[in-house]
């Protein structure tokens, strides 16, 4: 039972006992006006405070159950809140996870553009200021304010992988391309171009560079490539060709023992033969050329031999 219920049950019951005591007082009062006057005011009285009471329970039954509508509507409230905190603290998560990713990532551009240390330090605050009042701020404006982070994190993003991919096939371009000695610790017997031939006499086109060498020393490639041809060649005698790709290929000829086969992935300064002096030869050395989709082209411009010391022969 409720306690609604109880009170009206103990307002009927009350108010039944006061009627029947009423009854017999005024039977035993009966002739005596006075008397019988008291004890129907008493009754009243009596009955009077019966119904006060009774009023006054159901007047706290109704407090409490507005009371308990009152906690169930803030209990709801703060559930909703919390769910919002919750969504939001999810967005902030997956942002900070954006934000760590752009840092690596302008990390590894640092380090291929070969930045000075310190130009660009991704583990210091950015530095911000303002004047002026605060206000709290929406929770409405808080999430547009995070979605136009996220499409600024967004474009970012894309924009560095793009350079990142930029840079990248850069570094690949300039890995593939002649760049370095053929050996170690030499220099050039013979020219690019027209000289004096060595064997008939008389004038003659020279195709590459001819690098002092003694038998057996390392011969290197000179860029990344891919071994296109490992074998004899007339004139060339034991020959390497490696294709770099963009149109570039390199002979290394007068080899006495060959070391890679058509296939092969090498890289710059990786040994590739031996030197000697196969095929038409005087002595010992390595016969050096480039070759630029198809035609042959001076390779000192590649290995920047202008003040490498030159020796005819």
Excluded at 87 to 105: D, I, K
Excluded at 146 to 156: T, V
Excluded at 249 to 274: C, F, I, M, P, W
Excluded at 294 to 311: D, E
Aim: with cysteine; proline share 3%.
């Amino acid at each position: 039972m409720t306690l609604q219920d109880s009170v009206i049950h103990l307002f009927h019951d009350t108010r039944g006992r006061f009627v029947r005591l009423g009854r017999q007082l005024a039977e035993r009062a009966a002739g005596r006006p006075g008397v019988a006057a008291s004890v129907l005011l008493a009754t009243g009285v009596v009955f009077g405070a019966g119904v006060c009471a009774a009023a006054g329970f159901a007047g706290v039954s109704h407090l409490r159950h507005q009371a308990s509508t009152e906690q169930a509507q803030l209990d709801a409230t703060r559930a909703q809140a919390q769910r919002e905190v919750n969504a939001l603290a999810a967005r902030l998560g997956e942002l900070q996870a954006e934000a760590n990713r752009l840092n690596a990532l302008g990390e590894r551009l640092t380090r291929s553009g070969q930045l000075a240390d310190g130009e660009f330090d991704f583990d210091q605050p950015v530095g911000v200021g303002g004047v002026g009042p605060t206000h709290d701020m929406p929770a409405r404006d808080l999430r547009s304010g995070m979605d136009q982070l996220a499409l600024q994190f967004k474009a970012s993003g894309e924009q560095l992988s793009v350079l990142e991919s930029l840079l990248f096939n850069q570094k690949l371009d300039a890995e593939a391309m002649p760049s370095r000695m053929p050996i170690a610790h030499s220099y050039i017997t013979s020219g690019f171009g027209g000289r004096a031939d060595p064997f008939g006499g008389g004038a003659a086109f020279h195709k590459g560079i001819d690098f002092h060498a003694s038998m057996g020393d390392p011969v290197l490639a000179v860029a990344d490539g891919v071994v296109s041809y490992a074998g004899q060649r007339s004139g060339y005698g034991n020959v390497v060709e490696i294709d770099h790709g963009n149109g570039y290929v390199t002979r290394y000829a007068h080899n006495s023992r060959l070391l890679v086969q058509v296939g092969d992935l090498v890289r710059s300064g990786e040994q590739v033969a031996k030197a000697g002096s196969t095929g038409r030869s005087t002595g010992a050395h390595v016969h050096f050329e480039v070759w630029d989709h198809g035609a042959v082209v001076n390779p000192s411009k590649f290995l920047g031999q202008a003040q490498v010391a030159t020796k005819r022969g």
